[in-house]
């Protein structure tokens, strides 16, 4: 068998971590050596990449998105809304996606993300209206030219307005049927252990969007099956309302009845905690996934990461949705988590290191996993290099620091498993102009249908 290709990422401009400030040598799909400053590598190399006007980071990680979301964004009748009205707004819009809207908008979507150097990604699909049973079998499928990890989650809604949800009837599915599915799915794409390139964990929508059953159905399965737990809470004040109203308790309570409150767990947005609830989930380590630009977009409030990490919970980063967002660019969602932070903190507590930090072993601990987010012998070769050319970084002294601070928003290289998908800027494997041109015309056809 033909041994596994050397390359050496040699001598970047600048790097997250000192001990790698002279580079990697990668073999297949492992980092195998770390150079500190002045270090070679340890034998011969079949390849050297010259990294000395690229910073090299760790592949970024995004745990939460909603993919579809791309093909409505800034949707004229839900602009200036908050999330509930918002939602309200989208829901019948949503109802009519197609299997081809499907595909298209995960291509769109992963292809913005590993642009923007970003090498795992997750997505939140909660949408099964009649017709689109198959929505997370076309993402797997569609997924595969860009060559990136993928947790997708199995997500459900059904609790509809005849239930006192929130959703219309037409997009919620019984949850015999949800249940279903999702050990179908689990089965048939979950992979296990170190290099994983597709796994599944389950995600209902919501509080306000299924049922306790359901939620406490689905944490058994997770638990039997070995998979991870996903949903939003304490995104809003609407919500802890309607938690109180309906169930009688605060989301954070209710998560803990239906049997959530685990290191299993990573929560999108948890915003609206106070004291107690913060030292319970950090007992629990309990993920955390902050959203900031969905945050700030929909007005729905600041997460309390830095008191969140004292307690124990891993904190990662998300661009949630492209129709709160509406982009899905993970470094700049890194730049916007740095500055939303220090407005809550100050600036001497939140530096670039930290709001990186977030987007790589933060994102990674969020997921369960720890073969990512870190470059050290033995992790996976998931990689962004970023160079300094655009007029943005003009005069820029501390390379690192410019990539947030003068608003970096494309890595010039991104490799993934010791492959290469993103050089010179460019995707290697997928022609963008033909799927932005078709993305154009499955979003007109998709808003076509309320009018
Ligand atoms: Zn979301």
Same mark, same amino acid.
């Given at each position: 068998m033909q041994r596994p290709q050397r390359i050496w990422i040699d001598s970047p401009l600048a790097t997250l971590e000192p001990s790698y400030a002279n580079g990697l040598v990668l073999e297949g799909s492992l980092i195998v050596e770390t150079l500190a400053a002045g270090q070679q590598p340890s034998a011969p190399v079949d390849q050297r990449i010259d990294a000395s006007e690229?910073?090299?980071?760790?592949?970024?990680?995004? +745990?939460?998105?909603?993919?579809? @979301?791309?093909? +409505?964004?800034?949707?004229?009748?839900?602009?200036?809304k908050e999330l509930f009205p918002w939602l309200q707004t989208l829901y019948p819009l949503w109802a009519g996606l197609e299997p081809a809207m499907i595909h298209s908008s995960t291509q769109v979507a992963l292809a913005e993300l590993l642009l923007s150097g970003c090498t795992t990604a997750s997505d939140h699909h909660y949408l099964f209206p009649q017709g /689109? !049973?198959? #929505?997370?079998?076309? *993402?797997?499928?569609?997924?595969?030219?860009?060559?990136?990890?993928?947790?997708?989650t199995r997500g459900s809604m059904s609790l509809g307005q005849e239930q006192g949800g929130l959703p219309p009837q037409s997009t919620v599915q019984n949850e015999q049927q949800i249940i279903d599915d999702s050990l179908r799915l689990?089965?048939?794409?979950?992979?296990?252990?170190?290099?994983?390139? $597709? *796994? %599944?964990?389950? #995600?209902?929508? =919501?509080?306000?969007?299924? =049922?306790? *059953?359901?939620?406490? !159905? +689905?944490?058994?399965?997770?638990? =039997?099956?070995?998979?991870?737990?996903?949903t939003h809470l304490a995104? +809003?004040?609407? !919500?802890t309302a309607f938690c109180l109203r309906l169930f009688g308790m605060r989301p954070l309570d209710y998560l803990e009845q239906q049997g959530w409150l685990q290191p299993r767990t990573w929560l999108a947005h948890g915003i609206h905690f106070n004291d107690e609830d913060v030292r319970r989930l950090g007992q629990q380590q309990v993920g955390i996934c902050h959203c900031? =630009? &969905?945050?700030? /977009? /929909?007005? &729905?409030? @600041?997460?309390?990461t830095l008191e969140l990490e004292a307690a124990g919970s891993p904190v990662g980063l998300g661009v949630d949705g492209s129709a709160s967002n509406d982009g899905s660019n993970m %470094? @700049? !969602? $890194?730049?916007?988590?740095?500055l939303l932070q220090r407005l809550r903190y100050g600036a001497a507590a939140v530096t670039h290191q930290r709001a990186l930090h977030w987007a790589t072993q933060g994102s990674a601990a969020c997921l369960g996993r720890e073969d990512i987010g870190q470059l050290a012998v033995g992790k996976q070769a998931d990689l962004a290099l970023f160079k300094l050319d655009e007029l943005r970084f003009a005069g820029a002294g501390d390379p690192l620091a410019a990539l947030l601070l003068c608003g970096a928003s494309r890595a010039d290289r991104v490799m993934v498993a010791g492959q290469w998908q993103v050089w010179d800027g460019q995707l290697t494997q997928l022609d963008l102009a033909q799927l932005q041109a078709n993305q154009r015309q499955l979003a007109n056809q998709l808003a076509a249908k309320l009018s």
């Open positions: 690229h910073v090299l980071l760790p592949g970024l990680i995004n +745990t939460h998105h909603h993919f579809y @979301q791309t093909l +409505t964004r800034a949707f004229p009748a839900a602009l200036n /689109l !049973e198959q #929505a997370i079998d076309i *993402q797997i499928e569609a997924a595969a030219p860009l060559g990136m990890r993928l947790h997708l689990i089965r048939r794409y979950h992979q296990r252990g170190a290099g994983a390139k $597709v *796994q %599944i964990a389950l #995600a209902p929508c =919501s509080p306000f969007s299924v =049922s306790p *059953q359901l939620m406490a !159905e +689905t944490a058994r399965l997770a638990a =039997s099956e070995d998979v991870r737990l996903h995104e +809003t004040e609407d !919500e900031p =630009s &969905s945050n700030m /977009l /929909l007005a &729905s409030g @600041q997460c309390r %470094i @700049q !969602e $890194v730049r916007q988590a740095l």
